[in-house]
Nanobody, 116 residues
């Protein structure tokens, strides 16, 4: 059993920054791939960034150069540093963990709103 809790969302002006956190329970965190997804009203959920157990990261094109994903295994936590935020970044952001048995675990999400 794995539980994920996101935090750090809020309301910011365009050009501002936020850091999201995803805290995980369980013993499989350090060997699991973890990603951040987002979903805006009326749109499909999309991958934002992903980081492997070995620390290799990948980003969706719209956030490249602005967002950074990282992990601290000793804290069972993944972070998403978001800089130069744009109104189109407004969405609910979700943390996802994929186990080695290919089971996906999701957090309940944290809202990010960027005003123009």
């Amino acid at each position: 059993q794995v539980q994920l809790v996101e935090s750090g969302g809020g309301l910011v002006q365009a050009g501002g920054s936020l850091r999201l956190s995803c805290a995980a329970s369980g013993s499989i965190f350090s060997i699991s791939t973890v990603g951040w997804y987002r979903q805006a009203p009326g749109k499909q959920r999309e991958l934002v960034a992903v980081i492997s157990s070995g620390g290799v990261s990948n980003y969706a094109d719209p956030v490249k150069g602005r967002f950074t994903i990282s992990r601290v295994n000793a804290k069972n936590t993944v972070y998403l540093q978001m800089n130069s935020l744009k109104p189109e970044d407004t969405a609910a952001y979700y943390c996802n963990l994929r186990s080695r048995t290919m089971i996906n675990y999701w957090g309940q999400g944290t809202q990010v709103t960027v005003s123009s």
